[in-house]
C-alpha cells in the first residue's frame, strides 16, 4: 500500500519548521505502510552546512534497528582516515550523514564511505540534501533521526508497506541515486525486471532489488543526460508499465505523477506559502493555513511540478 508525503516551502519563514511538519505529515501515513520509512530533507544547516557536500549512509545495509549501530565520532574517525582530511558526520539514528567541504567533492566523500565501510548503503548525496532511511514503525524512526527538529525549504518522506523487496534499508524509499535526486512511490511497476537488465546492460549499478530503484535509476539516468525533471517524468509514463504515485525531488523542484489508470490515491494541497502532497488528505490537515489552500487530485498522466 505504502504512503507518501511531501513539502514544499514557498514562505522562508516556515523553514525553521519544516521537520514538524514532515513529522506530522509522515505519521498520519502510517497506517499504510509500519514496516519502515525514510525521508529526505533539502537545507537542514546541521545535516547539509552551506558550502559543503553531503552523503547520507548506513553502515551495514543489512541492519534493521532504530540506530546505525555506529557512533558518529568512530565514522568520523574512520573516514576522516579513508579520505586524508576531515570528515564531519551526525548521528541521525538509523542513518550516519556525513559532510565535507564542496572542494573535496561528492564523489571523493562516497569512495571514502564504502572503503571505511564496505558493507555500507548509501541513502543519498549532494550539497542540499540529507536522505534518512532505517526499519521500523515510522513515528519511532522519526523521533530517532530527529526529524522533528529539522529544518529546510523541502522534503519527501515515505512510510512503506512491502511487496516487491526485503525490508531492509536497501529497499527503503526514498531512492536517492542522484545528486540531490529522491523519487518515492506508491504502487508497482510491473515491467521493472526488463527496464532493470537495459540499464544494467548500460553500466547502471543497482542496491537493491526493488522495482522502486528501477524508476529512480531510470530518471537520474535522464537526468544526467541533460532532461529536465519534467521531461525525465514524461519519458517514464512512456516506459513502464503498472500502478504508480511518484513524487521525484531534487534541489529546485518537486513534481507528481500518476499512471494512466490513477488508482494509487493522491492529492494535492497548494498555498500560498507552501506545495504539499499526500497519499490521503490526513496527512495535510496540520499544516498552517489548510483551510485556504486550493486541494485537488491530481489528474492520471499529468506532470505537476513546482520550482524554487
Request: hydrophobic fraction near 45%; aromatic fraction near 6%; charged fraction near 20%.
Given at each position: 500500500?505504502?504512503?507518501i ?6 514562505n ?16 498520519e ?32 545495509a ?60 548509501v ?7 540529507a ?164 486541494i485537488?487530485?491530481?489528474e ?9
Amino acid at each position: 500500500m505504502c504512503g507518501i508525503v511531501g513539502l514544499h516551502l514557498r514562505n522562508p519563514a516556515l523553514q525553521p519548521r519544516l521537520g514538524e511538519l514532515l513529522t506530522q505529515m509522515l505519521c498520519e501515513m502510517q497506517d499504510r505502510g509500519a514496516d519502515s520509512a525514510g525521508i529526505a530533507v533539502y537545507g537542514d544547516p546541521r545535516w547539509s552546512p552551506a558550502g559543503h557536500v553531503t552523503v547520507s549512509f548506513v553502515p551495514d545495509a543489512a541492519a534493521t534497528g532504530l540506530g546505525s549501530g555506529t557512533p558518529a565520532t568512530t565514522a568520523a574517525g574512520a573516514l576522516t582516515a579513508a579520505l586524508g582530511s576531515a570528515v564531519e558526520v551526525v548521528d541521525a539514528g538509523p542513518t550516519l550523514v556525513a559532510h565535507v567541504p564542496a572542494e573535496v567533492g561528492t564523489d571523493a566523500l562516497r569512495a571514502a564511505v564504502l572503503e571505511a565501510y564496505p558493507d555500507a548503503l548509501v541513502a543519498g548525496f549532494g550539497a542540499d540534501v540529507a536522505v534518512l532511511k532505517g526499519v521500523g514503525h515510522p513515528r519511532d524512526l522519526a523521533e530517532a533521526y530527529g526529524l522533528p527538529a529539522a529544518q529546510g525549504w523541502q522534503g519527501v518522506g515515505h512510510t512503506r508497506m512491502a511487496t516487491e523487496s526485503a525490508v531492509t534499508p536497501g529497499g527503503c524509499h526514498p531512492y536517492a541515486v542522484g545528486p540531490d535526486q529522491c523519487l518515492v512511490h506508491n504502487g508497482s511497476f510491473s515491467n521493472h525486471a526488463s527496464i532493470r537488465r537495459d540499464l544494467v546492460a548500460a553500466g547502471v549499478e543497482f542496491d537493491s532489488m526493488n522495482d522502486t530503484e528501477v524508476g529512480a535509476r531510470f530518471v537520474a539516468d535522464r537526468l544526467a543526460a541533460g532532461l529536465t525533471v519534467e521531461t525525465a517524468l514524461k519519458e517514464l509514463l512512456t516506459t513502464f508499465d503498472g500502478f504508480y504515485t511518484l513524487l521525484v525531488a531534487d534541489s529546485d523542484s518537486f513534481a507528481v505523477v500518476r499512471d494512466a489508470i490513477a488508482c494509487k490515491p493522491a492529492v494535492i494541497a497548494e498555498h500560498d506559502d507552501w506545495v504539499a502532497m499526500a497519499s490521503e488528505y490526513r496527512a495535510l490537515v496540520g499544516l498552517p493555513g489548510i483551510a485556504e489552500a486550493r486541494i485537488y487530485e491530481p489528474e492520471p498522466e499529468r506532470i505537476y511540478a513546482w520550482t524554487r
